[in-house]
């Protein structure tokens, strides 16, 4: 294993942190699995059943591959964490640690599966005690000693505004600005950290656009919350609601328009091993790089298709890791994949970490030897949204997802919820705010025309 | 202690692409009842990380396209602290006086409009009665 820093993250300032009892150093802000990473530590937590080593993958908050127990919370993704001074975490779910998790013999043991539907049923006596024990080795972390007080707070009224936007990737920015041209008061709202969606990691254009396009936005007045994701949808009463998850809470927001530029979820291929620390998403490994100046491995192997496949190489020998083999990405997903894949990445290996593929082409087999596997997928849209709103979704084939179906202007089967980017399909940035724009302004226009509606009727309400 | 070489689909509750062809063996053919005999998009990421995966493999296992429906999204998205639901009041506080203030900044703004003073209640609620 060999990833590392390669220059310190810009105006962090160094602290410690402790994690399973050890004292490691990181940068304040930096993610937990970064900061980790960067002294060797890449095994963050065990899967639930065979006790399989489990490492940061997709970078997002959103595969859960990265549990771990912080100051007492079970179950925060350490890829989305950010470090504090003197921050206490704890691997879960393991009985060791979890580099040497006793209960990982299971994987082996099983080698064919393990079928609950057959296992210890039907016996009188074994099933209950079966039972408990196979329910506390599936643990969750363990939760807090003592509540929160949090309940005493006063309830906070719901925020209103004329456009929500959901996601601040290209889309998202994108609609945002056009929606506040027009007239509108805008609510940006985005679950990472900071704006900017793909473009953070560098890979589709200059993270120094999403700066810009930021900066814009607060100049302009639009009001921007990171580390906001929207966790929920309810409609009351015609009312539309939407529950936005901050550090501090659940902050209700009520819009009169809302855009979704949520994007969509990524995926490290389906191959034997697929869940091996140190296979990721092309995006995380390309934020490591590029924001935290963590280099996440010394050999990468690639899976990506052009023009990221290209950006990625560029951004790896840049850091002084040049990549060791450079696949398309349909041999990530070769069992799965429509058609015939030309080349086809038949397993990864290792013991607690990538150690090398085995790829397999028309002029034969080839034993690849890598501390990386960086996967470029094609995201699959987060739908959940648009459906709890009441928006129709359709398969589609690119990402194996669900998209949002869209008319030309964004509007969905959702009375005032407009949807753009990966969302609606897979596009490139330049179609994603392309899209964005298209919908902000629909939805500002929804929102203004809602307004002035309903000025006119208390007008003539009062006039008669 | 060795591995077995398994092909996760769904890395919350361990599933394999075996797992799920066995599951079409036994004649499960949709996303919804191969989630329930399988649960997979029960675990922590509720479908996020293993949806499409799941619909790949059925794709690639001879069914239809138009065969092919998620299964019921259900809110929260992302884990929320039970707490967090304890502190939102379940009748929120009425809006009347900051949807007024609202509706005079505004009218400053140029939006046609009358004063609305206090005790209106916000233009957005109750619209559809
Ligand atoms: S949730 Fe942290 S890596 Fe996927």
């Known amino acids: 294993m060999t990833a590392r820093r390669i220059r310190p993250p810009k105006q962090r300032r160094e602290i410690t942190i402790e994690h399973d009892g050890k004292r490691y150093p990181a940068y304040e802000g930096e993610p937990l699995a970064a900061a980790l990473m960067a002294s060797g530590v890449t095994v963050l937590g065990r899967s639930s059943k065979y006790h399989r080593p489990r490492g940061a993958s997709c970078g997002t908050g959103d595969c859960g591959n990265c549990l771990v127990q912080v100051d007492g919370m079970p179950n925060r993704c350490a890829c989305t964490t950010p470090c504090h001074d003197e921050m206490v975490s704890e691997s879960q779910n393991v009985i060791g640690s979890a580099e040497n998790d006793l209960l990982a013999m299971t994987d082996w043991m099983f080698p064919r599966g393990l079928d609950h539907h057959e296992m210890f049923t039907g016996l009188p006596l074994v099933q209950p005690v079966a039972q408990r024990i196979i329910r506390k080795l599936s643990g969750l972390g363990v939760l807090a000693r003592t509540a929160d007080s949090s309940a005493e707070r006063e309830p906070r009224p719901p925020t209103i505004v004329d456009v929500l936007v959901v996601g601040a990737g290209a889309s998202g920015l994108a609609a945002a600005e056009v929606a506040r041209e027009a007239g509108a008061e805008v609510l940006l709202v985005e679950a990472l950290n900071e704006p900017g969606g793909r473009r953070l990691g560098g890979l589709h254009c200059s993270p120094s656009d999403a700066k810009t396009a930021t900066r814009k936005l607060l100049e302009m007045g639009v009001d921007i919350w990171p580390d906001s994701g929207a966790v929920q949808i309810d409609r009351t009463q015609g009312v539309l609601e939407v529950l936005i998850l901050r550090p501090e809470g659940l902050f209700p927001v009520r819009p009169r328009a809302t855009v979704l530029c949520c994007g969509g979820y990524v995926s490290t291929g389906v191959f034997p091993n697929n869940d091996l620390p140190g296979i990721m998403a092309a995006e995380w490994a390309a934020r490591l790089i590029t924001k935290w100046g963590m280099l996440p491995g010394e050999r990468p192997v690639i899976c990506a298709d052009e023009p990221i496949a290209k950006a990625l190489r560029e951004l790896f020998v840049k850091a002084g890791a040049p990549p060791v083999r450079v696949l398309p990405i349909s041999a990530a997903y070769a069992d799965v994949w429509p058609g015939n894949p030309p080349e086809k990445l038949v397993t990864a290996l290792g013991g607690k970490h990538v150690e090398r593929v085995i790829v397999e082409n028309a002029a034969g087999t080839e034993v690849v030897d890598c501390d990386l596997v960086v996967v470029a997928s094609p995201p699959a849209p987060a739908f959940e949204l648009a459906l709890d709103a009441g928006a129709h979704v359709a398969y589609e084939e690119q990402s194996g997802g669900f998209a949002v179906r869209a008319g030309p202007e964004g509007g969905t089967a959702a009375e005032n919820v407009f949807a753009a980017g990966t969302l609606v399909g897979p596009c490139t940035v330049e179609e994603a705010h392309a899209g964005g724009r298209t919908a902000g302004e629909a939805a500002a226009t929804a929102a203004l025309t809602l307004l002035q509606e309903s000025y006119h009727s208390r007008e003539n309400r009062d006039a008669s | ?129």
């Not at chain 2, 039970?82 to 006086?97: D, H, K, T």
Request: proline share 9%; glycine share 10%.
């Open chain 2, 1 to 129: 202690m060795p591995r077995s070489p398994r092909t996760i689909v769904c890395s919350c509750e361990d599933l394999t692409v075996e797992d799920i062809v066995q599951c079409i063996d036994k004649g499960y053919r949709d996303i919804e009842s191969i989630k329930r005999y399988t649960g997979f998009g029960t675990g922590i990421c509720q479908g996020k990380a293993c949806l499409h995966l799941v619909a790949r493999v059925l794709r690639s296992r001879g069914i239809k396209e138009s065969d092919l429906a998620p299964f019921t999204a259900r809110p929260p998205h992302r884990p929320v602290a039970l707490g967090m639901y304890a502190e939102l009041s379940v009748n929120p506080p009425p809006m009347n006086a900051e949807a007024a203030n609202k509706a005079d900044a505004r009218k400053d703004e140029g939006f046609a409009g009358k004063d609305t003073g206090p005790g209106e209640e916000d233009p957005s609620v109750g619209r559809e009665e």
